[in-house]
């Protein structure tokens, strides 16, 4: 679907292995995720999930293998981490909103910090980001005073305010009531019909199925199966992959 468009990230061999070699929590992934794609990936817990998301902003520092960003190499000396990790908007199982702050500020912060926006113009941008996920209400609002779906919400377009190339999400639903499920999902959907170039973990099959471009089955730290979502739900292959849907499907 996407096969044409250019590739973003490049992953080639990426291993992390931890206790010395003992625990391989990835061990050899090749993968690239290209411009507009919404790439679920999916998996047992301990598969190695996180850690793959991890890697690709380098919250975790590969053992082995390659990855590039907009063909630099990520892991080399010279790059910018930072500079990186501002292309890479992330959203994590835990909302990690600073709790002191109000919703506007938590939301200004970096680009007024990183982007050398000034407060007039960081919270001009705060405010439509706000008002496309419907909560341009609770500016003023503090975390606490939020609801689960809501901080969440608000995580996902804090992390677009500093112009992200890809969005990374590490099972952003899997601590919310199941009532507060489908709004924060909802605002994936947006996003992913806006353009955005998304890697999701998640155990959420309709989502992957109805949002996803290709769906990435990974098990023991490797790709396992990758497809459309249409193949993997409708025509899985791997035994491992098709006893795994049998339980969460
Ligand atoms: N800091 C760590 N130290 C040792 N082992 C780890 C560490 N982080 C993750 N692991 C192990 O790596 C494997 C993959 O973990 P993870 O990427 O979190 O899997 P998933 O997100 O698919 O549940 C698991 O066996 C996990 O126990
Ligand atoms: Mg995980």
Redo the contacts with the bound molecule.
């Keep these: 679907m996407n096969a044409d468009n250019e590739v973003i990230i490049s992953v080639k061999d990426l291993k992390k292995y ?2 010395d070699g003992e ?1 391989k ?1 990835l061990d050899g992934v090749t993968t690239d995720i290209r411009k507009g794609e919404v790439v679920v990936v999916i ?10 998301l991890r890697s690709l902003n380098l919250l975790e520092r590969p053992t082995g293998g390659t990855i590039t960003f907009d063909g630099e190499d990520i892991m080399s000396p010279a790059t910018d981490i930072n500079k990186l990790r501002q292309k890479m908007g992330m959203v994590f199982q835990h909302f990690n909103l600073f709790p002191h702050l109000t919703v506007l500020r938590n939301m200004t912060i970096a680009p007024m910090k990183l982007h050398g926006l000034s407060k007039d113009e960081a919270e001009k941008k705060a405010m439509a980001l706000l008002e496309r996920v419907g909560l341009d209400d609770r500016a003023k609002a503090y975390p606490s005073q939020l609801s689960g779906g809501q901080k969440q919400r608000i995580a996902i377009v804090r992390a677009l305010a500093m112009d992200p190339e890809v969005m990374l999400f ?1 099972e952003p639903t899997s601590a919310l009531d199941p009532e507060m499920v489908g709004e924060v999902l909802d605002v994936m959907k947006k996003l992913a019909d806006a353009g955005m170039t998304m890697v999701c ?1 998640t155990h959420e099959m309709g989502f992957a199925r109805e949002v996803g471009t290709r769906v990435i089955f ?1 098990d023991c ?1 490797t790709i396992i199966e990758e497809n459309t979502p249409e193949e993997i739900f409708g025509n899985p292959q791997n035994e491992r992959l098709k006893s795994f849907l049998k339980k969460v499907l």
């Design positions: 931890y206790d625990v929590a998996g047992p817990s301990g598969s190695g999930k996180s850690t793959f590490d973990v990974m730290g």
